[in-house]
């Protein structure tokens, strides 16, 4: 077990990143916080290990880390950025893969994707944990999109970014024109007959698909609402992923 005391060690600012998009896409790996959550992990891990961070009066959790580190309560406080109090994990990223337009062209889906340019990680990570619920078989990110592997998305997912395959795609923008729009306007979802593949597109709550410089996309569907304008964007798109489960 190693011991680190100082904020200034190269191995406590590399954890540190960890919580920030830049760090995560240098280092390759992520933070996985909350009790529950790494022991559901740790029932089949399936990404390798490589910190087990220890606060003051904890106990290690039986892992196969390649090093334990056990961090003073001040230093231990500041990465625990989830506020969790229980020992951290370290571990390396699952592969996202990249996907350029021109990848994006030819691409034909295996059901319903979804592609997300939703910012905000606590309603990427949510919204993630809905795909998987519905049985979507690829997450696509678009370049506006949050890292799913920020301490706020993989607690919001409930481990889901672990388990849905992702892809990181270009801007919303390029896109091909043949995806399903989730709007504030289109064909109402009771009326709308699901396509066996395609790619269901969302949009942030408020901007919505306007707001992200949208593509003239082929079909729009809408969920009718009354006495608000619109739903929150893990809330619609997961009606919309229901819809589509039922009546496949």
Not at 201 to 211: F, I, T
Request: aromatic share 6%.
């Amino acid at each position: 077990m190693l011991k680190i005391e100082s904020p200034q060690n190269d191995t406590y600012k590399k954890l540190l990143s960890l919580a920030s998009s830049k760090g995560l896409k240098k280092e390759g790996l992520f933070l996985l916080s909350g009790e529950k959550l790494i022991r559901e992990f740790l029932k089949k891990p399936q990404l390798k290990i490589i910190y087990e961070i220890i606060g003051p009066h904890m106990e290690p959790f039986q892992t196969d880390a390649s090093l334990q580190l056990q961090l003073t309560h001040e230093l231990f406080s500041e990465l625990d950025v989830l506020g969790t109090r229980s020992n951290i994990l370290v571990l390396q990223q699952p592969e996202i893969q990249n996907m350029s337009a021109e990848d994006l062209a030819s691409y034909r889906t295996k059901g319903i994707e979804a592609v997300i340019p939703i910012g905000d990680p606590g309603n990427l990570g949510a919204l993630i944990r809905s795909c998987e619920a519905f049985g979507v078989p690829r997450v696509i990110l678009t370049q506006e999109a949050a890292h799913p592997f920020l301490p706020k998305s993989v607690k919001a997912s409930a481990g889901s970014v672990l388990r849905v395959p992702l892809s990181r795609g270009p801007a919303l923008a390029e896109f091909p024109r043949n995806c399903i729009a989730l709007d504030m306007d289109g064909t109402a979802i009771d009326d709308f007959v699901w396509p066996k593949n395609g790619m269901l597109v969302v949009g942030e709550e408020g901007p919505g698909l306007e707001g992200q410089g949208k593509s003239p996309f082929a079909q729009h569907i809408r969920i009718p609402t009354v006495g608000v304008e619109s739903l929150n964007v893990v809330v619609a798109a997961s009606i919309a992923l229901a819809d589509r489960a039922r009546k496949d």
